[in-house]
C-alpha cells in the first residue's frame, strides 16, 4: 500500500527541496521571484542549477530536458546528459545556470502558423520557474515556454503566462478600489476533469482507425451500450483498479493531487480530477496526466483513448475546466461573502466574467475547436456548441433584483443596492447542477464543460484569464473616475447585469427549444471548427490580445492558420485511412463472403423444396451495399486529391467538412450496415462490443 504522505512530490524540486538544498538568501530570492514575476540572476541561476542537478542524480537522473507545449497539442522534449569529459578519459556530472534557464531546440519543425521558415531553425526554451522542475525516467524535466528567435510565442505557455499577468493586473486594482492592500497577487486557479477511455491492446492493435485516428471510423452498435446506466459510479473492475493504483501513485510522486477517479457513463469510459492549483501549473499537470495514462495503461496491457468522441453510439470524452481567481492571501474571489463590501466585491467580479461570456462567445468557443471536439458538443453528454453561463436560481434571483432594482426576498425589505441590502449567505450548493450547461457557477468556481478530453486547457484559460482582465480594466477604469465610489458601483453592477443577462441561462441545453431562444437572444451557434475559427481574427479580437499584451496580431494571424491546418489534416487523416479500411479490408472480407453465401445458394437451389430466402435477401443487400460502398470510396478518394489543391486555410478547412467528411459519414452508414449482415468469421476488425467490453 502505497504512503502517500511520503511519496507525494518526492520527484519534484519543490519549495520545500529548495529551501533545504539552496543557501538561504538564494532561497529567497527564487521564491520571491515564483510569486511575483521576476527573473532570476545569471548567479542566482547557477547556484539553483548545481542544486537542481545533484538533487536530480540523487533520484537516478542522467539527463535533462527542457520540458515545453509547441502548437501540436502534445508536449516535447530533447534529453541532454549532465555529463561532461574531463580530459582525463573520465567525466562529471555537470549542469550550469545558462543550460537551466535557455535551451535552443530546432524551431522550424514545429508548427509556427508561418512565424518560422524552414530554412529558420533557431528557436528558444526558457525556464518558467514557476512550475516546479521535476524528474521522470531517469531525466530532469524543466517546465519552460518556447519561443522563435525573433520574440514570438511558439507554444501555449507563453501566452497563458502573459494572460495570468493580464488578470493579476486588472484584479489587484478592483481590490484595491476595495481598499484591500495587503494582497500581492492574484491567480487565476483551475482543476482540470479528465475524462478517457481504457480498451484492451489486443483489440486496439487491430483497428487502423484507432490507431492512425484515435477514434473509430467504422463500428455497428452492440447490443448493449450505456442504455442500462450501470457503468457510471460501478465497480471498479481489477485491471482498471491496477491501472488507477499505479497511475495515483506516479501522480503523486510528480506533486500532482490526483483526487477523484471513478467509472464515467459508457462502457470502458473512466474520469480522474485533481484538487484545484494555479492555472500554469494546472495545465502543465494535465500534459502529465494524459502521457501518464497512455503509458501506464499500455503496461497493463490497455490503451487509454483521449480522442472526444472514439465511439458513436455512446458518450464522448470532455475535460471539464474549473476555473477560479484566488489572491496570495486564500482568498477565492468567487466565493460569496457575508458583509456589504464583500458581496459587492463577489458580484463585481460575477459581472466580469458574465460580460466576459457574453462579449467574447466567440473566443471561448474558438479556444475548445477541434474537430474531434466537434463530434462531441451538442452531444448528450456534452453542453451544445451555444456558450450560456448557469448560476442557479437563487443566484438569478440575486441578479433579476439588481436589474430592475426590486426588492430580494432574502435581502430584507429595502429594494436591492449594493452596498445597502447584504447578500445573503450564499451557500456552495444551494441549487443543482446543470450538466447541460456550457459555463455553470458552481458555488465558488465555474466549470467550463466544452473542452475536449485531448485539449490541452491552456487554449481554454488564456481566454478566460484575458476577457476577464479586460472587463475587469474597463470596470476599474469606471470606478477610479468615479467621484462616488458607492454609486457608480451600484450603477455599474446593474448596467452590466442589463447589458448581459442574455448570457445566463438555468434550463436545459439539450433541448431543442433552447437553439431556439439562444437565437432570439442573439447567442452565438457555432456547430463547427470551420464555422467558428473565422472568428478568430475579428478586430474586437485583436484588440483584446494585443491591448492585454497576450498575443500580438502576428500570434494571432499564426494560431489561426495553426487550427484552420490541423482541422484539415485531421479531416484528410480520417478519409486516407477510411479509405485504406475500406478497400484494403472491408471490401474483399464482404467480398469473400458474399461469395460464400452465393455457392450456399447455389447449392441450396440445387436442392428441391430448400427455403433459400436469407441467403438470398443477404447476398442481393449486400451486393447492393458493397456498389454503395465502392461508389463512395471512389468520391471520397476524388475529394482527397482536390483537396490537394486548395490553397486557402478557410476554403480547404469548409471543403473538408463539407464534402470529405460528408462523404466519410456517408461511408460509415453503409459499412455499419455490413457489419451487421457479414459473418463475424469475415469481418476484418474487432467489433464495438469487443472494444467497449475488452477489459474484464
Known amino acids: 500500500m502505497s504512503n502517500v504522505p511520503e511519496i507525494f512530490g518526492s520527484m519534484v524540486f519543490s519549495e520545500a527541496v529548495m529551501q533545504a538544498r539552496l543557501p538561504h538568501a538564494t532561497y529567497k530570492e527564487v521564491v520571491y521571484a515564483i510569486h511575483h514575476d521576476k527573473p532570476l540572476t545569471p548567479e542566482i541561476a547557477t547556484v539553483v542549477a548545481t542544486a537542481m542537478k545533484n538533487w536530480a542524480v540523487e533520484k537516478g537522473a542522467t539527463h535533462f530536458t527542457h520540458w515545453f507545449q509547441p502548437m501540436t497539442g502534445v508536449t516535447a522534449e530533447k534529453h541532454d546528459a549532465f555529463v561532461h569529459p574531463t580530459g582525463d578519459g573520465r567525466a562529471i556530472m555537470e549542469f550550469s545556470g545558462k543550460e537551466l534557464v535557455q535551451g535552443e531546440p530546432d524551431a522550424s519543425s514545429f508548427p509556427s502558423g508561418g512565424l518560422r521558415a524552414t530554412f529558420e531553425a533557431r528557436g528558444y526554451t526558457a525556464w518558467d520557474p514557476t512550475s516546479y522542475a521535476f524528474v521522470k525516467d531517469g531525466v530532469l524535466y524543466i517546465p519552460t515556454a518556447f519561443v522563435s528567435y525573433t520574440g514570438e510565442a511558439l507554444d501555449k505557455k507563453t501566452p497563458l503566462l502573459r494572460s495570468m499577468q493580464a488578470l493579476n493586473k486588472q484584479a489587484l486594482r478592483i481590490l484595491r478600489l476595495f481598499g484591500d492592500m495587503s494582497v500581492s497577487s492574484v491567480r487565476a486557479t483551475a482543476g482540470a476533469e479528465q475524462e478517457y477511455f481504457l480498451v484492451d491492446k489486443s483489440v486496439y492493435d487491430q483497428r487502423k482507425d484507432l490507431i492512425y485516428t484515435g477514434r473509430t471510423l467504422f463500428g455497428a452498435r452492440p447490443p448493449k451500450g450505456q442504455e442500462m446506466e450501470d457503468h457510471y459510479f460501478g465497480a471498479i473492475k481489477p485491471r482498471v483498479a491496477a491501472f488507477m493504483k499505479e497511475l495515483n501513485d506516479e501522480l503523486w510522486k510528480l506533486g500532482v493531487v490526483a483526487k477523484t477517479e471513478h467509472n464515467e457513463v459508457a462502457p470502458a469510459q473512466h474520469e480522474l480530477a485533481p484538487l484545484f492549483s494555479t492555472v500554469n501549473i494546472a495545465a502543465d499537470h494535465n500534459q502529465l496526466t494524459m502521457e501518464l495514462m497512455r503509458t501506464i495503461a499500455k503496461k497493463h496491457g490497455m490503451e487509454c483513448l483521449l480522442h472526444e468522441k472514439p465511439f458513436a453510439g455512446v458518450n464522448g470524452s470532455g475535460k471539464h475546466n474549473n476555473w477560479s481567481m484566488a489572491t496570495d492571501t486564500g482568498e477565492n474571489l468567487l466565493e460569496p461573502g457575508d458583509t456589504p463590501a464583500e458581496n459587492a466585491q463577489f458580484l463585481l467580479f460575477l459581472c466580469a466574467v458574465l460580460k466576459a461570456v457574453n462579449e467574447y462567445q466567440d473566443l471561448l468557443r474558438i479556444s475548445v475547436a477541434t474537430a ?54 450564499f451557500p456552495k450548493d444551494s441549487t443543482d447542477r446543470n450538466r447541460t450547461s456550457s459555463f455553470a457557477f458552481t458555488g465558488n468556481k465555474f466549470e467550463f464543460r466544452m473542452p475536449g478530453s485531448s485539449q490541452s486547457i491552456s487554449e481554454a484559460n488564456i481566454v478566460l484569464n484575458t476577457t476577464v482582465a479586460e472587463e475587469l480594466r474597463r470596470f476599474a477604469d469606471r470606478l477610479e473616475a468615479a467621484d462616488d465610489f458607492d454609486a457608480e458601483l451600484h450603477d455599474l453592477i446593474r448596467d452590466t447585469v442589463k447589458e448581459n443577462i442574455r448570457i445566463v441561462f438555468n434550463g436545459n441545453g439539450y433541448d431543442e427549444s433552447w437553439v431556439e431562444e439562444a437565437e432570439r437572444r442573439g447567442l452565438l451557434n457555432l456547430r463547427t471548427t470551420p464555422e467558428a475559427l473565422p472568428y478568430y481574427m475579428s478586430e474586437k479580437n485583436i484588440q483584446l490580445f494585443e491591448g492585454n499584451k497576450v498575443f500580438t496580431e502576428t500570434e494571432m494571424h499564426a494560431r489561426y492558420e495553426i487550427m484552420q491546418e490541423n482541422y484539415a489534416k485531421t479531416i484528410r487523416i480520417e478519409a486516407m485511412t477510411t479509405s485504406d479500411m475500406v478497400r484494403k479490408d472491408i471490401l474483399p472480407a464482404v467480398s469473400a463472403y458474399g ?16 427455403d433459400c430466402s436469407y441467403e438470398q435477401s443477404a447476398l442481393k443487400r449486400l451486393c447492393e451495399l458493397t456498389a454503395m460502398t465502392s461508389k463512395a470510396a471512389d468520391v471520397l478518394d476524388e475529394a482527397i486529391m482536390e483537396s490537394a489543391s486548395i490553397a486557402g486555410c478557410e476554403e480547404l478547412s469548409c471543403f473538408c467538412r463539407d464534402k470529405i467528411f460528408a462523404t466519410m459519414s456517408e461511408l460509415r452508414i453503409y459499412v455499419d450496415e455490413m457489419e451487421t449482415i457479414t459473418s463475424a468469421k469475415y469481418w476484418p476488425y474487432p467489433t464495438y462490443g469487443a472494444m467497449l467490453f475488452s477489459v474484464r
Open 372 to 425: 474531434g471536439n466537434d463530434h462531441r458538443l451538442g452531444a448528450n453528454e456534452a453542453p451544445p456548441a451555444i456558450l450560456s453561463v448557469y448560476v442557479g436560481e437563487e443566484l438569478e434571483g440575486v441578479l433579476n433584483a439588481i436589474m430592475n432594482e426590486e426588492k430580494y426576498a432574502g435581502s430584507g425589505k429595502e429594494p436591492f443596492k449594493v452596498g445597502v441590502s447584504v447578500l445573503p449567505r
Open 595 to 610: 461469395g460464400k453465401l452465393a455457392k450456399t445458394l447455389a447449392a441450396k437451389k440445387a436442392l428441391e423444396g430448400v
